[in-house]
């Protein structure tokens, strides 16, 4: 034991000179990150990029980043890469801001806060579409198809309140990395677009990415406001579920059904097997009777009995007949 105290002195000595080295030295100043960006890279999705900040003391530290969305809806969260992919809609504009923190040691003082913004799009007021909806439909194919199923897609609206007459809209939605734009549309009164149909579409039912649909419009007299929306999938699921109760009948149905169809089965086979081999009768015996008529001649019975023993042979069958008189 008095051997290891040493080894063990030194290992804790070790500890302590390491930790020591690893926080970070009272004079550090955490500076705000540089280049901050947001720019859009597709349908209601965009990019956030940042540089550290070159000036910055990186030695014995570990640089995080806390990234706080503004607009359209406030968010926050915290990040060690200097890039964020964001999932949003745009047509109220869009707002965020970085600083630069330490990752392990959330007491320390953060940086200053650094922001960039997207415009709202350009656009007369009341000329974007209101009352967005859509909804999927889930088409089951058998196992021999390529693909076991299919979604389509249906989306209206209505024409904004302060649209021209000769205003038409495109509709163009986004599912992951795919993007496409609307080739059914239905038309109102005034031959305006207000309904598309996608009877084909990459969006998978059980999915868990966000559904975004864009609508833009255009027009002779006034420049029209596009509109973007975010679906979930499981919120527009016009797939009908069954509830349990449903499927729980449907099952014992089912079960009850299987169940008489085997009893029905076996009722018929032993019939069946009856038929083709049905039991042998048993062979009516005399000779029980012929050894009861000898006792009751040897008990010396008042009456006078005569045993007469006949046999007749007919084509070759010998039948044994006991008679009393």
Not at 108 to 113: I, L, V
Not at 272 to 293: E, G, H, M, R
Request: hydrophobic share 40%; aromatic share 10%; glycine share 4%.
């Amino acid at each position: 034991v008095s051997s290891m105290a040493p080894a063990l002195l030194i290992l804790l000595g070790a500890t302590v000179i390491l930790q020591t080295d690893s926080l970070p030295d009272e004079n550090v100043v955490l500076l705000p990150p540089v280049n901050f960006t947001i720019k859009v890279i597709d349908l209601a999705q965009v990019l956030l990029c940042w540089e550290p900040n070159p000036d910055q003391e990186q030695r014995n530290v570990q640089l995080g980043y806390h990234v706080k969305i503004n607009a359209p809806e406030e968010k926050d969260y915290e990040t060690r890469n200097t890039e964020s992919r964001r999932v949003t809609i745009l047509h109220k504009g869009f707002s965020a801001s970085v600083q630069t923190i330490l990752w392990n040691n959330h007491s320390f003082p953060a940086s200053s806060w650094v922001s960039a913004e997207l415009e709202v799009p350009p656009g007369s007021p009341g000329t974007s579409i209101v009352n967005l909806t859509c909804t999927t439909n889930t088409v089951a194919y058998n196992y021999t198809h390529e693909k076991p199923y299919q979604v389509s897609l249906h989306c209206t609206w209505i024409a904004g309140k302060d649209a021209p007459e000769d205003t038409q809209y495109f509709l163009y939605y986004r599912y992951g990395f795919v993007t496409q734009e609307c080739q059914e549309y239905s038309k109102d009164t005034q031959q305006r677009n207000i309904a598309c149909q996608f009877p084909r579409t990459v969006i998978k039912s059980k999915g868990r990415d966000w559904l975004a649909v864009y609508v833009n419009g255009s027009s002779k007299e006034a420049a029209i406001k596009p509109f973007d929306q975010l679906f979930a999938l499981h919120a527009i699921g016009n797939d009908k579920q069954k509830p349990w109760t449903e499927w729980f009948l449907i099952v014992l149905m089912a079960a009850t059904c299987f169940i008489l169809l085997i009893v029905s089965l076996i009722c018929r086979i032993c019939h069946l097997w009856t038929k083709l081999f049905p039991p042998v009768p048993a062979p009516k015996s005399n000779i029980k009777d012929f050894f009861v008529s000898i006792n009751n001649e040897k008990t010396g019975s008042s009456e006078t009995e005569v045993e007469v023993i006949s046999y007749a042979e007919e084509a070759g069958l010998e039948t044994l007949e006991a008679s009393v008189f």
